[in-house]
């Protein structure tokens, strides 16, 4: 390897990309085709990377298997960079599988963690942990150190365990330091930020107040009967039930928290399940057999009696009655959350991310646009979505994942 390109890889590895284009911005070999794509993915111009990187893995041919799955890594990185999420993970498991053929482990482990990364942002937490599990970080370089803390941390925020993530981001931060790369200190400073922003709110008692992570973990030890708005689960110490496909019986539910311990009236209760102004004996006919199912479906944490204006909710195990809602309430906050990112999303990544169709994510967007809370760039199938940074909270409890059991 020629001495140009050891240092312009060299400049790449410490996160500077200007100085690796002065040494090889007007070679056209396929080593410095591959140096080039990378040094415009690290700059933001993600189209032009992946051409230079494909062009560099054409040019090094079928013998050089090794160079041509490092191109297929870096492909990868940008793809996930870029939030193209439907990038054929197949790809990247081939490519690692060589790599680590060839005892390029560092950059086999640079392939796993991009894995594991895309599992995190599609929700599949499970699989994502499984993965993080059979790394060896001690072994591996402090960039990928910091990399392998940041994956733990994600996985533990979106877990809603505040402390795991704190330590995670420490030793994440502790070896991205050591691997003096700016841009990745900058995401880890950018996580740690999260721990401190409202994550949620609590409504009891009709008072309301912001929660940090840490709140909301110490929340689920706490003995009150939490009504979940953000998970859509009532829970209590003893168990657990989930209404999140009976969205009815949901807001009656909430509407019954947020009163206690005093009761909801009919019209209240028939207001918020049914989204009716005005009140008749169907109206109350169609509550009685809703209440009805309320009783069945809650009946291991409460149950309700019918009091002269309304019913009211007793809890069976728990001291008080606590509603846990999102720190904005938003018709479409799971798309925002994804947005909150800072980074661009198309409408197919983000519907494989929330396990939605594309159509019901595009009228979503179209919805957002129209209000003036996201904004579009590009056109067809090259259009990307992004919101302006404002707000200063957590999107941990607006993002997909699963409520720890009781």
Not at 110 to 136: F, K, P
Not at 217 to 226: F, G, T
Not at 327 to 335: G, I
Request: hydrophobic share 50%; glycine share 6%.
């Amino acid at each position: 390897m020629d001495s140009l390109i050891t240092a312009a890889g060299r400049a790449l590895a410490s996160g500077d990309p200007l100085g690796a284009l002065n040494r090889v911005a007007l070679r056209e070999d396929p080593p410095a085709l591959a140096l080039r794509g990378i040094a415009m993915a690290q700059l933001g111009d993600f189209p032009r990377a992946k051409l230079l990187l494909r062009r560099a893995a054409r040019g090094f041919g079928t013998k050089e298997v090794v160079a041509r799955a490092r191109c297929v890594v870096a492909e990868a990185e940008i793809a996930l960079a870029s939030r193209d999420l439907g990038w054929p993970p197949r790809r990247l498991a081939a490519a690692a599988a060589t790599l680590e053929a060839h005892g390029d482990r560092i950059n086999a482990a640079h392939a796993h963690y991009l894995d594991i990364r895309r599992l995190v942002l599609i929700g599949r937490l499970d699989a994502a942990e499984q993965a993080l599990a059979a790394m060896e970080p001690a072994l591996l370089p402090s960039a990928l150190q910091a990399v392998h803390g940041l994956a733990t941390a994600s996985i533990a925020l979106r877990r809603l365990r505040a402390g795991a993530a704190q330590e995670a981001l420490a030793t994440a931060r502790e070896a991205a330091r050591r691997g003096g790369i700016p841009a990745l200190l900058a995401e880890v400073e950018g996580a740690f930020s999260t721990l401190h922003a409202p994550a949620a709110r609590l409504i009891a008692n009709g008072e309301e107040r912001s929660l940090l992570l840490s709140n909301v973990e110490a929340l689920q030890s706490s003995p009150a009967l939490i009504v979940d708005a953000c998970r859509f689960v009532v829970r209590d110490l003893q168990a657990s039930v989930s209404l999140a496909t009976r969205p009815v019986l949901f807001a009656l539910a909430r509407a019954l928290a947020q009163a206690w311990p005093a009761d909801a009236s009919r019209e209240v209760l028939i207001a918020r399940a049914f989204g009716s102004k005005f009140t008749d004996e169907s109206h109350r006919a169609r509550l009685r057999v809703e209440i009805g199912r309320l009783r069945a479906a809650l009946r291991p944490v409460a149950r309700f009696s019918a009091t002269r204006d309304g019913f009211a909710m007793v809890p069976r195990h728990a001291a008080e009655v606590v509603v846990l809602a999102r720190p904005v309430e938003e018709k479409h906050a799971a798309v925002l959350a994804f947005l909150a990112d800072g980074e661009s999303w198309s409408s197919s990544a983000l519907a494989l991310a929330l396990g939605a169709s594309q159509r019901n994510v595009q009228r979503a967007l179209e919805e957002l646009a129209t209000a003036g809370k996201v904004q579009f760039y590009g056109q067809g199938r090259a259009r990307r979505w992004t919101m302006p940074t404002i707000p200063g909270f957590a999107t941990s409890l607006l993002l997909t994942a699963p409520w720890r059991d009781a």
